[in-house]
């Protein structure tokens, strides 16, 4: 059984689902389309390397879907899914991302604000 999620919001500003759906869609982005299907039905090739993310807002509450994006490894130390705002504890980093997220604060929050749409 997995550990509840702790993650609170990262900003002030709640997220924009429009936003976050533009983000999940974005392959240049987070590339969550790479290995999820998600219902945006103009996007051709979606995967199924890893759960869908339909009904991800019925199966999880805000704070694991945060929780996830943040940091998977943290549930799942074998999860392939990035760490989308986690800065530090990788190794081989490209010397112009060190120190940086994939995703933005506010981008997160995007994400999170989308998929809780998704029930």
């Known amino acids: 059984m997995l550990a509840p999620a702790l993650a ?3 900003t002030d500003t709640p997220g924009d689902p429009a936003r976050g759906r ?3 869609a974005n392959r240049q982005v987070g590339l969550c389309l790479l290995c ?3 219902p945006i039905p103009e996007e051709r090739f979606q995967g199924d390397l890893a759960p ?3 009904g991800a807002g019925s199966r999880n509450t805000a704070d694991q879907l945060r929780e996830r994006i943040i940091d998977s490894r ?4 074998q999860s392939i899914m990035p760490s989308y705002h986690r800065a530090d504890g990788f190794s081989r980093v ?3 991302q060190a ?3 994939i995703f933005t604060a506010q981008q997160v929050e995007d994400v999170v604000a989308y998929l809780m749409t998704l029930k």
């Open 36 to 38: 999820h299907s998600a």
């Open 8 to 10: 609170a919001p990262l």
């Open 94 to 96: 490209a010397p112009a």
């Open 99 to 101: 120190g940086k997220t």
């Open 52 to 54: 869908s993310l339909a």
């Open 74 to 77: 943290k549930l799942n130390p």
């Open 22 to 24: 533009a983000i999940v």
